[in-house]
């Protein structure tokens, strides 16, 4: 994907500046949101067990359930236990050819999860162990580190608790 370079950059700039000044309110004048969170995050998987090996083996999150998706026979549903009440869940569509991961519009970059050093460095060892490629950010205040599912979903391993970002308490 192209970087914007030059006046181009400077232009967006000035304009995620505008954007700050018009819509982020002081943490103190923000209204309550009406959400009580995320009650799951659901993605498409390729492969029912080899996804559920995955994060069972490599990422330490415990199988919670598993059915068929009520909205496509045949379509397995199945959630992950990811902390805090937490819930990851996957589908798959048998049957539907399913294409490489692609950063694209509607899509997603990357799932951010908050571990703690001793897991994040639990994690990182079962992912060497298995020879699965991983990219450290440089210079990060906290541990992190970046690798992609089987499915090609990335996910970023971050030590920052939850709520917040570079360090700064976002709620």
């Known amino acids: 994907m192209p970087e914007p370079q030059g006046e181009e950059l400077q232009s967006i700039r000035r304009r995620q500046e505008e954007l700050k000044q018009q819509y982020l309110l002081p943490a103190d004048e923000r209204p309550r949101t009406t959400s009580r969170g995320i009650h799951h995050a659901a993605f498409i998987c390729r492969d029912v067990e080899e996804t559920i090996l995955f994060y069972r083996d490599v990422m330490g999150f415990p199988l919670v359930d598993l059915f068929e998706n009520r909205d496509y026979p045949g379509s397995t549903h ?10 990851l869940a996957f589908f798959d569509f048998p049957g539907y050819p399913h294409p490489d991961y692609e950063e694209s519009i509607g899509g997603s970059h990357h799932l951010s999860l908050s571990v703690t050093d001793e897991n994040f460095e639990a994690i990182q060892n079962r992912v060497r162990a298995r020879d699965i490629p991983f990219m450290e950010v440089e210079g990060s205040h906290a541990p992190n580190l970046f690798l992609a599912d089987p499915n090609g979903l990335r996910l970023e391993l ?6 917040y970002a570079l360090d700064t308490n976002l709620l």
């Open 78 to 87: 199945f959630f992950l236990d990811i902390g805090n009440k937490n819930i």
């Open 158 to 163: 971050y030590g920052e608790p939850l709520g």
